[in-house]
């Protein structure tokens, strides 16, 4: 048991060096190491397939994808990385049908998260931004509340079609840096429709957003105790604001391509 604890925290390592340090020809090392003493682990032949196809290793990859299924065949994390070996190679075709087994098999929730991005880069939106709300965006919700405030997770999520306009949403960050910088563009469209908007914001960039456009039109927090959650109707995700505004946003251009930020902000706090 000791020892097994011993190559997770190996493999831990070996991930951070990859997708959290950049150092991707490390961490495929560290992983290739590792498969010597699991051979038969089929989850660590998909990490060392991961691995190489960010390292641009793509035969290599494959290899590691089609082990990991010899020993276990209906494998959701092989068959989504041998979908993206083929998705790196141009074959979509290919991708989608492993994918859709994925789904079919135990209604995979990564298999639709990049079936999504297919059809998106498709130029399929629609089905891609709907297939996209299969993700678990509810933990982003969770992670900040506490036992005063579990209510929230009993909200209805925001629906323009039924949310009243001047009511108050609360908005939810997802994901990394970029993500949210790109979709919060997407709140002008809101407010210009007549609701409220708290925000939730990733602390590491709360300065920023005190500094953006919205300053003065919503209500930005990275502790969500500090609103008052009585006057929230709805709960929205940030990543999902292409999903809900999709009608109007695609019978109009859409909002301009970055986020205004106030000039006297200080670069050097960042």
């Given at each position: ?27 495929l090392e560290i992983l290739s190491n590792c498969i010597h003493t699991k051979p038969d ?49 141009g074959k979509f075709k290919k991708a989608k049908e492993l994918l859709y087994r994925t789904i079919e098999i ?165």
């Open positions: 048991m000791e020892n097994y604890s011993y190559i997770e925290n190996i493999i831990d390592t070996a991930e951070k060096e990859i997708y959290l340090f950049g150092n991707k020809q490390k961490g682990d089929h989850k660590l032949w998909v990490k060392l397939g991961n691995a190489n196809v960010v390292n641009k290793h793509l035969d290599m990859a494959k290899i590691c994808y089609d082990t990991a299924l010899t020993i276990s065949p209906n494998s959701d994390n092989a068959l989504i990385g041998l979908s993206w070996y083929y998705f790196e190679q135990n209604q995979s929730v990564g298999g639709k998260f990049n079936l999504s991005l297919i059809y998106k880069l498709n130029k399929k939106y629609y089905e891609g931004l709907k297939l996209y709300e299969s993700r678990k965006k509810s933990y982003w919700l969770e992670k900040h509340l506490s036992s005063k405030n579990l209510f929230l997770k009993q909200l209805p999520e925001f629906d323009i079609n039924k949310t009243k306009e001047n009511s108050r949403i609360l908005l939810v960050y997802e994901q990394g840096y970029g993500d949210i910088l790109m979709y919060s563009r997407y709140i002008r469209i809101l407010l210009k429709r007549g609701f409220k908007v708290s925000f939730i914001c990733n602390e590491k960039l709360l300065k920023l957003f005190l500094n953006s456009e919205f300053k003065n039109n919503i209500e930005i927090t990275s502790d969500i105790s500090s609103l008052n959650l009585n006057k929230i109707s709805s709960v929205a995700y940030l990543m999902s604001l292409p999903f809900y505004l999709y009608d109007i946003l695609f019978s109009r251009n859409p909002p301009p391509p970055f986020l205004l930020i106030m000039m006297n902000i200080n670069l050097q706090d960042y």
